[in-house]
């Protein structure tokens, strides 16, 4: 009987243990910024969202496109190490004389719908973080030609590296911050960009954010950005969220969206 009574209460103890060891639900949405914390080892995740996104200042005369949905899959693969997959249902609007059906005969409208080109990635959180060192991990991407929608599709693969880093202020507040660059292998252009978040968490269901972030391209002028946006935790593996951005431009382009992420098992 004592062996028992003595099973049992091991047994708590462990879940005890393990249910403070796994994290409510961390993800890398909404905001552009990815946290350097990867998924635990054994663990998916899938970050769905939907994004409207209004354009005045596009050299392709887009209209407006509409993402129904973008959903990012991540895998814990490693501890440490998490692999990821991202995919995008686009519909686009284009103004007549838009560069993209220009000498395109396939194309009979200004209106295109697809799959984008899937994304493959890998994260590794290399730094844990201490006091004024920030959790830091790479981040490596690249689109994959030779798939999705005709008029979206690659010829070349399109890499990305960042550095994403992270630095807790005090219980409530945190900074995340990330430094890349990325090649467009089919515009032969290179484009450098940082960002950075300020997160506050009023509660530990509910958190906030804004953000400004800046793209540099090779022979362009450079593309401020702010936005801002909420997250609730329904449950302990399960977020739902919301936001809205824009560039700093006289006429603005702006972005809004919301999304729902789910983690397996809880």
């Known amino acids: 009987m004592k062996k028992k009574i003595l099973f049992i209460l091991l047994f708590i103890s462990f879940g005890n243990l393990y249910s403070q060891e796994i994290e409510s639900i961390f993800t890398d949405r909404p905001d552009q910024s990815e946290s350097p914390q990867a998924l635990y080892k054994g663990f998916l995740q899938i970050e769905s969202g939907l994004k409207y996104q209004s354009f005045h200042n596009d050299p392709a005369l887009t209209d407006y496109a509409l993402s129904v949905p973008e959903i990012l899959i991540r895998y814990g693969l490693l501890k440490n190490l998490e692999v990821r997959l991202g995919m995008e249902y686009a519909y686009e609007k284009h103004f007549p004389g838009a560069e993209e059906f220009s000498g395109n005969s396939s194309s009979s409208s200004n209106n295109i719908n697809g799959f984008r080109p899937p994304s493959l990635s890998i994260k590794y959180n290399f730094i844990k973080g201490e006091k004024f060192i920030p959790k830091t991990a790479v981040l490596v991407t690249t689109d994959v030609p030779g798939i999705g929608q005709e008029s979206f599709r690659l010829k070349h693969f399109n890499p990305e590296l960042k550095l994403a880093m992270n630095n807790e202020l005090s219980e409530k507040f945190d900074i995340t911050y990330n430094l890349g660059v990325s090649w467009d292998t089919e515009g032969r252009t290179k484009t450098g960009f940082y ?11 509910a958190s906030m954010f804004i953000e400004s972030y800046t793209n540099y391209q090779n022979g362009s002028d ?25 560039n700093t431009k006289l006429k603005p382009d702006y972005f809004i969206g919301g999304g729902f992420s789910v983690r397996f098992p809880k």
Do not use: A, C, R
């Open 195 to 205: 960002t950075l978040s300020l997160g506050y968490s009023p509660t530990q269901l």
């Open 222 to 246: 450079p593309d401020y950005n702010i936005d801002f946006g909420f997250s609730f935790l329904v449950k302990n593996n399960t977020q739902v969220d919301i936001y809205y951005g824009q």
